[in-house]
């Protein structure tokens, strides 16, 4: 899956209009995916944000949607 993939899909969960808990489920799978996908690091590393400035954004937006 690609970039553009995770994208419409976290558009799609920000526009369903669904409750609050089925959105943050949502979106807590979505950043699940991109982890594997993008093997993203669980601990922060500068040298991966830095190659990979659109998936960090991306996983970051994702983040801050979740209201926990």
Do not use: C, T
């Not at 209009?17 to 982890?35: C, I, T, W």
């Not at 590393?45 to 970051?60: C, F, H, M, Q």
């Amino acid at each position: 899956m690609n970039l553009h993939h995770f994208n419409k899909q976290y558009e799609q969960v920000m526009h369903s209009g669904g409750p609050k808990d089925k959105v943050n489920r949502e979106l807590a799978d979505l950043m699940s995916q991109m982890e594997k996908a993008f093997k993203i690091p669980m601990m922060a590393s500068p040298k991966w944000e830095k190659e990979n400035r659109a998936v960090i954004a991306l996983y970051r937006k994702i983040s801050m949607s979740r209201s926990l």
